[in-house]
């Protein structure tokens, strides 16, 4: 099956033209908001009436200032996406063999959410490692950075390349939020940056397009 090999600065350029466009910007603009607007306050419970036997304890429900199923919503949005359940990583040796030997594993896969894709991506630097080297997806030993990893999700089947351009789109708005001027290869590669730097922003990007519904 062909696909396209993409460099990570052909992902970074595709992710920051998404990101610009005007369509992308109606999406993210005000994402933390994204919850039902708060109702007004119920009610209290009326005091129980006095009389013989035990006082009536008052309904706990009219404390809160919205409804428990809103409640319970809003805590449901402000989890990370679950991680992925699909089939194993190949080990090591998968992790060093081109990733057109794993196109394969594409067949009959359907689409995902950019978080999940995202989950997948994280999965891949968590077991088969992370790398900084300038201008390549992966070294020798099949260490990722996060472009590659994204890619390397893409072709282990999690997701099309429309996902990967808009989990990169998520990354950079991400990284926008951190303060990083520039696009995600720059960022991978300055010096000083570690492993866990790099799962701490897919983890962080996870959130917020998981909160987005995306």
């Known amino acids: ?5 993409l460099t990570p600065d052909q992902l970074d350029g595709q992710a920051a033209r998404l990101h610009d466009t005007q369509a992308w910007q109606q999406i993210v603009t005000g994402w933390e908001h994204t919850a039902a607007e708060p109702t007004p306050a119920l ?6 009436a006095p009389g013989p036997g035990p006082a009536r304890v008052s309904d706990w429900r009219g404390m809160l200032s919205v409804p428990v199923d809103q409640l319970i919503d809003d805590t449901l949005r402000a989890l990370p996406a679950p991680p992925p359940h699909e ?39 968590a077991a088969w490692g992370w790398q900084n080297t300038p201008y390549r997806l992966r070294n020798a030993r099949g260490a990722r950075c ?40 720059p960022w991978n590669r300055h010096p000083g940056r570690t492993a866990a730097d790099a799962l701490a922003l897919v ?12």
């Open 87 to 125: 089939r194993p990583l190949p080990g090591r040796l998968g992790a060093m063999l081109p990733d057109r030997v794993h196109l394969w594993r594409r067949v009959g896969q359907s689409d995902l959410r950019p978080s999940v894709h995202l989950g997948h991506a994280r999965q891949i630097l």
């Open 43 to 48: 009610a209290p419970a009326p005091a129980p």
């Open 146 to 185: 996060v472009c590659g990893a994204m890619i390397s999700a893409h072709r282990l089947g999690y997701g099309s390349l429309d996902t990967v351009d808009r989990a990169g789109a998520w990354l950079i708005t991400e990284l926008r939020a951190q303060g990083w001027p520039g696009l995600i290869g």
């Open 203 to 214: 983890d962080a990007t996870i959130r917020r397009a998981s909160l987005a519904g995306q």
């Open 1 to 5: 099956m062909a696909t396209a090999v």
